[in-house]
């Protein structure tokens, strides 16, 4: 469940508010004694404090103060974690209602604010005792009240349905493989389909073996489980493309490694290895529930990848959906395998532009850490452009690494046309590389390894599958339909 979010017309007496302002001198004052002003201007000034609490009793106050910054998306990154911040205090407090009071001229700060309020109360219960429930009721706040001039007609209702698609995210990469198979991922985006108005699909185990995809039946050959294929597509009568974007998500619902086995506790987090595929889903629901112009795909390869005692082990060669063969080195590389099959099927839509996203290589955890998401293009500059700006938008931020054709080199396979994995140097290069042999159509290649899961909370990103993706590609979209 999310916060209720909606626009507040007027101020009622006794309720709870938060002040958003850039100085002591743009608050309210029939809303603070004499007494209380003068002492906000002064820790203000003399303390450079830029967060106050008043507790009167039947009523909350706070003041968060906005610093000056040239940077605009550093300034409502900011609003974000401060909306956050504040959301531990009205848990703590089991404040059920609160209204956001914008003293600035800027609605965007705002609606950074309540974005980072609501995004971190998010919490998974599912597995708890109804005891243990008892314990954390919540959310809190339920209900997120808006008062800011400047707001349009849809600002708060998008908003809401970004917060709902991002939690839903969450909640699917916060499943055990026990819930989630990739028979019950492809139910849920049936469902979410259902919801949204998209149209979606299900290639099963036959329809997957009759188009040759021998990637993802390879992945699969362990399992007990059989793979899947969700398609989600939002095609609408208003389309300002005719050429749809097409975005595609790695789903591996579980990762063992395969027959090389994950060593030791890094097999403890493998249930977020479809975090790509998940992003996906929602991404494609908001933006369906949005009624955004713009025509989209969502494709979904679903498998785990097990030991079993049919396994693809080192050294076999596959034959994939576009007829190239591949030397598997190591099945722990098995997420290019089920994407480069997904991405040869995109090819029956003649895309505009493919975007895939993946928890594809340790090498992009090492490179960049939690904090950005590796990034690769080929014939898609323009786009990769838009996508950085949405990055920077919503915090989600590009670092792009080149795609040079030596790292193509570093594929090639003395027995068959790829091997799966290069050398260990540039590993998260190798991996986007050995996709792009796939695209014949302007291709971007996302490796979200680092933000995708964390076992430590980060602000309003919180702890487990943090749904990244999913509000990039909605911004990304939404930027396509103004431009």
């Not at 055990?176 to 492809?186: D, G, M, R």
């Not at 598997?328 to 505009?352: F, M």
């Not at 680092?450 to 979209?477: C, H, M, Q, W």
Request: aromatic residues 8%.
């Amino acid at each position: 469940m999310h916060p209720s979010i909606s626009q507040s017309k007027k101020i009622r007496s006794g309720q709870n508010i938060v002040f958003i302002a850039g100085k002591p001198e743009e608050l309210p004052g029939d809303h603070f004694s004499a007494k209380e002003l003068q002492y906000i201007r002064k820790e203000f000034k003399d303390s450079k404090r830029d967060f106050f609490t008043f507790n009167n009793l039947d009523q909350w106050l706070f003041v968060r103060f906005i610093r000056e910054d040239k940077n605009e998306y550093k300034i409502l990154e900011e609003m974000r974690k401060a909306g956050d911040l504040l959301g531990k205090t009205i848990s703590d407090q089991k404040i059920k209602e609160i209204v956001l009071y914008n003293c600035t001229g800027s609605k965007n700060t705002i609606i950074a604010f309540t974005e980072g309020l609501s995004l971190g109360s998010y919490s998974f219960r599912k597995y708890k005792t109804e005891k243990e429930k008892d314990t954390l009721k919540g959310p809190f706040p339920e209900n997120i009240g808006v008062y800011s001039a400047g707001l349009g007609k849809n600002d708060l209702t998008e908003l809401s349905v970004i917060i709902e698609a991002v939690f839903r995210c969450r909640t699917l990469i916060n499943e055990p493989n026990s819930f989630l198979s990739a028979t019950v991922f492809a139910r849920e985006v049936k469902q979410m389909a259902k919801e949204c108005g998209a149209k979606a699909d299900v290639l099963d185990k036959k329809k997957i073996e009759a188009l040759q995809m021998g990637g993802l039946l390879a992945v699969n050959r362990g399992s007990l489980d059989p793979p899947t294929f969700p398609v989600m597509e939002w095609k609408p009568a208003n389309a300002v493309n005719k050429k749809p974007y097409v975005f595609i998500g790695k789903g591996v619902v579980f990762d063992s490694g395969g027959m090389n086995l994950k060593p030791g506790d890094s097999m403890s987090t493998m249930k977020d290895d479809m975090s790509g595929a998940a992003a996906v889903a929602c991404a494609v629901y908001a933006i369906a529930k949005m009624k955004l112009p713009v025509y989209v795909v969502g494709l979904m390869p679903a498998t785990d990848n097990r030991p079993g005692p049919k396994a693809v082990v080192p050294g076999d060669i596959i034959r994939m959906h576009n007829k190239l063969t591949v030397e598997v080195l190591n099945t722990d590389a098995e997420g290019r395998l089920i994407l480069a099959d997904a991405i040869t099927y995109a090819k029956k839509y003649d895309p505009a532009l493919v975007i895939d996203l993946a928890t594809l290589t340790g090498s992009a955890v090492r490179a960049v850490g939690k904090f950005g998401i590796v990034a690769m293009e080929e014939d898609a500059e323009n786009e990769l452009g838009l996508l950085k700006e949405s990055g920077w938008r919503v915090y989600e931020r590009l670092v792009e690494f080149p795609s040079w054709e030596e790292y193509g080199e570093l594929i090639k396979s003395d027995l068959a046309d790829l091997k799966n994995v290069g050398p260990g140097e540039g590993g998260a290069i190798t991996a986007g590389k050995f996709l792009q042999k796939f695209a014949e159509f302007p291709f971007i290649h996302l490796d979200i390894a680092g933000p995708a899961f964390l076992e430590n909370a980060d602000s309003y990103r919180g702890k487990g599958g943090t749904g990244v993706g999913v509000r990039l590609l909605v911004d990304f979209i939404r930027n396509i339909t103004k431009k």
